[in-house]
T-cell receptor, first 114, second 113 residues
Framework: GAGVSQSPSNKVTEKGKDVELRCDPI?????LYWYRQSLGQGLEFLIY????????KSGLPSDRFSAERTGGSVSTLTIQRTQQEDSAVYLC????????????FGPGTRLTVT | SQQGEEDPQALSIQEGENATMNCSYK?????LQWYRQNSGRGLVHLIL?????REKHSGRLRVTLDTSKKSSSLLITASRAADTASYFC?????????????FGEGTQLTVNP
């Protein structure tokens, strides 16, 4: 595909369940970012992958959150034992690397924890 | 925490008028970017201004950057109803941050037909 895709587009889960959110970046983009956006708020950085380097996990809010990027392409964000405050839109973005700093965003996954 | 602070939080104007949104930030930056978001979903990059630039134009968009005041403004001229969206500034601190962007809280622009 031409752009960043994310799945599912919407996810409703019960408190305490685990969820996995998927991001397919633009082919060839070496950098991948996850952000979280609560209702009416700006974006909160979660984690950043660059090539084969160790990810920057400094934005993850708790140890219930983890992410991996397999083969330098697809990424999965996992939230364990979900809480109601985890409800938000989770946005993924990719960047081509090199000198470009523009990020290309996916449509996001709206997570609702009941 | 968010580095950028934007004002106003919400702006409502008539079609054809100009819209100005402001962004302030706290740290030194490599560049500042403006993004647009429709309906709370994916963001679209609008324009990037580097720290050594003071003004940049792209179509109906004009961005200014004042690094001494750590502030930027986005001007949309001759607004259209289709410009209705949320607009976010994002700062890139460069260095070892990996072009990680720090976003402001956003300005909700409504352009009335």
């Amino acid at each position: 595909g031409a752009g960043v895709s994310q799945s599912p587009s919407n996810k409703v889960t019960e408190k305490g369940k685990d969820v996995e959110l998927r991001c397919d970046p633009i082919s060839g983009h070496t950098a991948l970012y996850w952000y979280r956006q609560s209702l009416g708020q700006g974006l909160e950085f979660l984690i950043y992958f660059q090539g084969n380097s160790a990810p920057d996990k400094s934005g993850l809010p708790s140890d219930r959150f983890s992410a991996e990027r397999t083969g330098g392409s697809v990424s999965t964000l996992t939230i364990q034992r979900t809480q109601q405050e985890d409800s938000a839109v989770y946005l993924c973005a990719s960047r081509s690397g090199g000198g470009s700093t523009e990020q290309y965003f996916g449509p996001g996954t709206r997570l609702t924890v009941t | 925490s968010q580095q950028g602070e934007e004002d106003p939080q919400a702006l409502s104007i008539q079609e054809g008028e100009n819209a100005t949104m402001n962004c302030s930030y706290k740290t030194s930056i490599n560049n500042l970017q403006w993004y647009r978001q429709n309906s709370g979903r994916g963001l679209v990059h609008l324009i990037l201004i580097r720290s050594n630039e003071r003004e940049k134009h792209s179509g109906r968009l004009r961005v200014t950057l004042d690094t001494s005041k750590k502030s930027s403004s986005l001007l949309i001229t001759a607004s259209r109803a289709a410009d209705t969206a949320s607009y976010f500034c994002a700062t890139d601190e460069g260095g070892t941050s990996g072009s990680r962007l720090t976003f402001g809280e956003g300005t909700q622009l409504t352009v009335n037909p």
